[in-house]
Structure formats: structure tokens, C-alpha cells
């Protein structure tokens, strides 16, 4: 801390020439300059000027290590497929206001060009879909030429399922400091291009194979790690999709978070236990955004345990350390002792806080002992115990039934119903036919939003005196917090053709006779779901 303080000083005096409150003194002429400001804003105030410091505001780049743009799913049956035409736009609206400490005014900017050359998308940040917050604008990916999605398997298998990012976009940030000249009063962050940027994607299933990076096909894991991402950044790309399942695992010692023998009880304590693979559900933990908590922060989720669809909870918002973590039936976002922040402590480790308490998810006494139950306790720094590692095992199948269901957890919300094919296998000695339909769509929003998604990068931050400034008024140095979300205003958007073919199954097939499509709000792309339900 007297580390930074120091270096605020010392950048504050060699670009303002002041460090402390701002002075204001009645003055004459109204042009007079002064040594202590850089810039003086004078004014007629009772028959007398009075001039007040302006601070200049200060610019630098910050590059992340990569930036997800959109999840396109893949349809059931090896001969369907959905083309996004030429034209047809997805992405998402993307908030920088996580990004920054508590108490700062963020403005993404709009300046964004086109990203990317000859690669079949652009990249750009526009008002497609009518964002108009000072806190969000849209990122979208434009089709410049037509691209179609072939199924892969006769079920749906959301292993499938691609997740797009762009690698090193740069942003210009630019800080204007409070009058103090002490912290930040507001940031601007233009979304530019940038000869470095490629996109690229990764199928969920490479994220969640038991391998990690050595389980990769060889000339992936090598156009991986020549973007800089590591098997640590798997969680965060894996947050992009709305079924992923994640094994929390605590640093100490290398055991899962569990609810012992699959329980369905509410009240049942989550324990540690030997991690035992991606297909034991009672390992498997869904991360689903819970909106804002009393804070005003957006980084808040829901821990739902896979085998019960309960929530991780600290009972009867109890403030004691010490207390058992239990799982509990869950009773929505607003429901503080429900709700969690995941804050990224390095190496692709994080602080599991209780939103209530701010209090960290804990195993007592750097205990190796199987059925250990977890608990809450203050947040220390370095503690092994209270540092989990996120590791995406496995996805969930979610029914119609329950996807619709309006008391789901927030994330299932996001999915507008669109239509339903029918899915029945050919008569034995026949070819399956495909179904074609066409849709033409007005994307409206709602004016509210319907889910947040953070995800946490590496950056690389500008050099010189500017780039140390703005590092220290924004308290960010090696991470960058991209904030996604629904559009918050009522806007048509663009007609844009997709084309949707769905081949019917094989002689044999025994499974679902419904192929249900959902719009997905956050992503602007379409979801696909086998369940023979209506």
C-alpha cells in the first residue's frame, strides 16, 4: 500500500504538479495561470473570478488476453444444420464497470472499428441493439459471408457447442481523475482494433476433457498457447456457456467440494472429498449469475449443486466464523446468504466470498481429511485453504420442462422460446429427410437485464509515467474484468435471415421426437434441445 501511494504521488506530481484537495481562491485576471495545476477553469462568481483545478484526463492501452464473443450451438442430427447469413449479427452488450474499483463512473466507448480482414466476421462495437447505458455498449460479430453449423451427432451434444473469442483486442483507456487528482472521477474505454487480433474457437468439450492443455489436439494446444492462454484461463472461457459444470477444488488439499452421497436434503453441509470424475454430479457445481448484489457489484452467482439444483448457502445469514456451508432450495438472487463472488487471487485461483458476510469459503485448519465440511471465515490473504481452483468437468442437459420453468435459476431466463421441429427416425431401408425452415427475425429486447456474465483475463497495460497513473487510480494491474449482459432497451434491432435444417434421425433412433429452438438473449445466437415434452 505505501507502494502505491508512493507511486500515485510520484506520477501525480510529474504529469499534475499537485497532490492533495483542489484548490479554489478568488483571483483577477480571469487568464491567470497558476504553477499548482496543469489547467485552471475560471469563473464569475459574485463580481469575483474564482478559478478551480481541471484535471487533464490521461490515456493509455490495455491489452487482454482474449475477449468471448459469442456461442454458437450446434443442432442434433448429422445432417441439420443452422446458417447465419451473410449480414446476420451475434455478440453481446459488454459492461467495463466491473473492471474498476467501487465509486468510478465508466463509459465504454464506441470508437471501435472493424477488427478483423478476410476471416468471414467483423468485430465492432456499435448500438445494434440499442444499449444506450454509460456503462455498456454492444459487441457484435457480423457475418460477411454466410457460415452454417453442421450437427455432429443425432443427439444433442453441447460438447459440440463453439465458443468464439478474439485474442488481443486493444482498448484505450482514458482516465479523467476526480478534482483531487487523487483517484479516478471517470473512465472511457474505446474498444480498437488491433494488428494482433485473430478469432478463434474452442469447443466446450476440449475445455472439460480430464486432460487440460495435454489433452488438446496437438495444433490446437500449440495455436493456444501461441495467443497466451493457458489451461488456467479453461474456467473463464467455460463461463461463456450457460451449462457448464465446474468441480470447485480447494488449494490445500486438491479434494473436491461436495454434498456427500448425491443428498437431495435441504440443509444437507457441503463437505471436501477425493475428486472422482466428471460423470459423480454431486461434484458438479453450475455458476449462475445472480445480478447485482446491495453493493451495486455485477459479479455475483449462484453455486448450484447438479444432482439437486440446490444452492451453495451460509444458513440464516449468519455473520459467524466458522459456520457451515450447506446446501439450500434456491430462493432467487436477491437472497444475499445464496449469493457468492468469485474474485480471481492469481494462477487461476479465486475467493469464494459470501455476498452476506464477505466472508471466504474455507476448509478449517488446512484439514486433509475426507468429509471435512466446509465453512465460512474471514478472508485472509495467501491462505491456501480459501483459494479454489475452477475446473470445467462436464455440461448439463437441461429438459424443455425445466428451461422454461420461470422459477429456475437466473441464467435459464435468458432463452426465448422460438419454435419446435419434429424428430422422428426413418422407416428401416430409408434415407432420413431434412426439415428446412427459414426464419427471418426482429431481435426486440427487454429493458431489463436478463443476466450478467463476468469472466476475469490477463492484460498487458501500456508503459511510462501515463500507463502507472491510470493503473493505480483504476486498482487493476493484471487482470481485466470483461462484464457481459443483455441489451437494457427496447430496440427492433436488424432483420437478418437464418436458416435452420433439421435432418431427421436414423432407422433405430429411440430417442426424443421434438427438436425444441431457443434464441439465446445474451449471445444473440440459437440453442438447440431434444426433449420430447411440449
Not at 479453461?234 to 473436491?256: D, M, R, V, Y
Not at 502507472?468 to 427492433?492: C, E, G, H, R
Not at 429452438?517 to 440459437?526: N, R, S
Request: with cysteine; hydrophobic share 35%.
Amino acid at each position: 500500500m505505501n507502494f502505491l501511494n508512493g507511486l500515485r504521488a510520484a506520477v501525480i506530481l510529474a504529469l499534475f504538479g499537485v497532490v492533495g484537495a483542489a484548490s479554489v481562491e478568488a483571483v483577477t485576471p480571469p487568464d491567470l495561470q497558476c504553477s499548482s495545476c496543469s489547467r485552471r477553469s475560471c469563473k464569475l462568481v459574485n463580481n469575483q473570478y474564482r478559478c478551480e483545478c481541471v484535471p487533464v484526463p490521461v490515456s493509455t492501452t490495455v491489452t487482454p488476453t482474449y475477449y468471448v464473443t459469442h456461442v454458437v450451438y450446434t443442432p442434433p442430427g448429422k445432417s441439420s444444420a443452422i446458417t447465419y447469413g451473410v449480414g446476420s449479427t451475434s455478440g453481446t452488450s459488454t459492461s467495463v464497470s466491473s473492471s474498476f474499483k467501487e465509486g468510478t463512473t465508466a463509459t465504454m466507448g464506441v470508437s471501435a472499428r472493424d477488427v478483423l480482414d478476410g476471416t468471414g466476421v467483423k468485430v465492432s462495437a456499435t448500438d445494434a441493439w440499442g444499449s444506450t447505458t454509460t456503462s455498456a455498449t454492444d459487441i457484435t460479430v457480423e457475418q460477411t459471408s454466410s457460415r452454417s453449423v453442421a450437427g455432429k451427432a443425432d443427439f444433442v451434444d453441447h460438447g459440440d457447442d463453439e465458443i468464439w473469442f478474439l485474442t488481443k483486442p486493444k482498448l484505450t483507456v482514458t482516465v479523467t481523475p476526480n478534482l483531487a487528482c487523487t483517484k479516478a472521477g471517470s473512465v472511457k474505454v474505446a474498444f480498437e482494433q488491433s494488428p494482433q487480433s485473430v478469432e478463434y474457437f474452442v469447443y466446450l468439450k476440449w475445455l472439460t476433457n480430464p486432460g487440460g492443455m495435454n489433452g488438446l489436439p496437438a495444433n490446437v494446444r500449440q495455436q493456444l498457447e501461441s495467443f497466451g492462454i493457458t489451461e488456467a484461463d479453461f474456467p473463464e472461457l467455460a463461463k461463456a456457456h450457460p451449462f457448464t459444470t465446474f468441480n470447485l477444488i480447494p488449494n490445500h488439499s486438491g479434494q473436491c467440494l461436495a454434498i456427500p452421497a448425491n443428498s437431495q436434503t435441504a440443509g444437507q453441509a457441503a463437505i471436501q472429498y477425493p475428486c472422482l470424475g466428471p460423470t459423480v454430479p454431486d461434484q458438479g457445481w453450475r455458476l449462475v449469475s445472480a445480478g447485482k448484489d446491495e453493493s451495486g457489484r455485477k459479479d455475483v452467482v449462484q453455486i448450484v449443486a447438479s444432482h439437486s439444483n440446490q444452492c451453495l448457502a451460509v444458513p440464516a445469514n449468519s455473520q459467524a466464523d466458522g459456520t457451515q456451508v450447506i446446501q439450500y432450495p434456491c430462493l432467487g438472487p436477491t437472497v444475499r446468504d445464496q449469493s457468492w463472488r468469485l474474485i480471481p487471487k492469481g494462477d487461476g485461483r479465486y475467493w469464494v466470498q459470501a455476498s452476506h458476510s464477505n466472508k471466504c469459503l474455507a476448509v478449517p485448519a488446512d484439514s486433509q481429511a475426507v468429509g471435512e465440511a466446509a465453512i465460512q471465515y474471514q478472508c485472509i490473504e495467501g491462505v491456501a485453504n480459501q483459494l479454489w481452483r475452477l475446473k470445467p468437468v462436464s455440461f448439463q442437459r437441461p429438459t424443455n420442462v425445466s428451461i422454461r420453468n420461470p422459477n429456475r435459476p437466473g441464467d435459464f431466463k435468458r432463452f426465448e422460446y422460438v419454435r419446435n421441429f419434429t424428430y422422428i427416425n426413418a422407416q428401416p431401408g430409408t434415407t432420413p429427410d431434412p426439415t428446412t425452415d427459414t426464419l427471418t427475425r426482429k431481435v426486440v429486447n427487454s429493458d431489463s437485464i436478463v443476466t450478467d456474465k463476468s469472466r476475469n483475463v490477463g492484460v498487458s497495460i501500456g508503459v511510462g509515467a501515463a500507463a502507472q497513473y491510470v493503473k493505480a487510480l483504476l486498482a487493476f494491474d493484471k487482470t481485466w474484468t470483461w462484464t457481459d449482459q443483455t441489451s437494457q432497451k427496447q430496440s427492433d434491432g436488424t432483420s437478418t435471415t437464418h436458416s435452420i435444417k433439421i435432418g431427421q434421425p436414423p432407422a433405430g433412433f429411440t430417442g426424443p421426437t421434438l427438436v425444441h429452438v431457443y434464441h439465446d438473449k445474451l449471445w444473440k445466437t440459437y440453442m438447440f434441445l431434444l426433449d420430447s415434452s411440449l
